[in-house]
């Protein structure tokens, strides 16, 4: 076992959203040295104040860092943070372990690990699920891929920020393939439940007493019991985001294809997030997606109350 391993490694977390924000807290509770790195100013000021130590573009933590925690949006940034003008490539240590956890294409996953082993720096593909509730508490579900030494140095890690780690294969892109399965439930889920919630309002009934009874019936799903009670409060705040789905169905989508493998219940999904989007509620939470009932059948949506009572 290396000397990264034997040691308690050091961690840089980039990407302080939901998740990576839930994530680097967990780290750092957990006693570990956390560097955290975002765009943000106003999320790098809110890391600080937990105790963490943070930068603001990737190359800064890189050198300091024995494993880096990639919990960015999509493929575009995974590149800009690894390869691009202010990325780590050029800045970790050799044998240094790249942890990624963004949803990417598993053929982006695979291309990741050549690219990064050409520069002597292992990757686990760990895509991460569980929303920022689980992040924060260090409960996350991992799907994880890559070669031993991978999982050997990330274990120290994994043990504080996940519940569960699956396991899924020896080399990047299994990982991610496994996040896509889930991925492609959890979006065809929140898109049926908001069409069932919206079928109710449409009918008449009482969406609270619908609520009540879909969670003790055959009907209900964790998306069903866990997104429906936003559409009750009219609160939209972003847990996970519209957007999240657009990206991430189409991630579907594009693999299906490749694959010429039908998947005809995800795009229907996805037909419904990009309207959601198309309409502006793409920066919304996912439960938005009942939005696009409203506009289309003309139901009334609850609506959030103030302090006072007042809607």
């Avoid at 967990?26 to 999320?43: M, P, Q």
């Avoid at 790098?44 to 573009?57: L, P, Q």
């Avoid at 496994?178 to 492609?184: D, G, H």
């Amino acid at each position: 076992m290396t000397d990264v391993a034997r040691q308690t490694p050091s961690i840089g977390v980039i990407g302080l959203g939901a998740m990576g924000m839930g994530t680097a807290t967990a780290l750092l509770e957990r006693g570990f040295r956390v560097t955290g790195c975002d765009v943000s100013a106003k999320a790098r000021a809110a890391f600080v104040a937990k105790g963490g130590h943070c930068v603001d573009v990737p190359s800064a933590l890189a050198s300091d860092c024995d494993i880096v925690l990639v919990i960015v949006v999509n493929a575009s940034q995974v590149e800009q943070v690894l390869f691009g003008e202010s990325g780590l490539i050029g800045f970790l240590k050799q044998g240094s372990l790249v942890i990624q956890c963004a949803t990417v294409a598993p053929s982006i996953a695979r291309q990741l690990g050549e690219r990064l082993g050409k520069d002597d720096i292992e990757m686990l593909d760990a895509p991460i699920s569980g929303g920022a509730a689980k992040a924060l508490a260090g409960q996350l579900s991992v799907m994880a891929s890559g070669n031993e030494n991978a999982f050997k140095l990330a274990e120290p890690v994994l043990d504080a920020m996940s519940a569960k780690v699956y396991r899924m294969g020896d080399e990047p892109g299994i990982g991610s393939s496994m996040k896509l399965v889930n991925q492609l439930l959890a979006g065809v889920h929140i898109a049926a439940a908001a069409e069932a919630v919206a079928l109710a309002i449409r009918m008449g009934l009482d969406s609270e007493v619908v609520y009540e009874v879909i969670t003790h019936s055959a009907g209900n799903s964790w998306m069903f019991e866990n997104r429906v009670p936003h559409i009750l409060k009219g609160d939209y705040t972003p847990f996970s985001a519209v957007d999240i789905f657009v990206k991430d169905l189409n991630i579907v989508h594009d693999t299906g294809r490749e694959l010429a493998m039908p998947t005809p219940i995800a795009a229907c999904a996805l037909q419904q997030f990009t309207a959601a989007k198309g309409a502006g509620y793409g920066r919304e939470d996912d439960a938005a997606v009942i939005k696009v009932y409203e506009a289309l059948s003309g139901i009334s949506l609850p609506t959030a109350a103030n302090d006072s009572g007042e809607v």
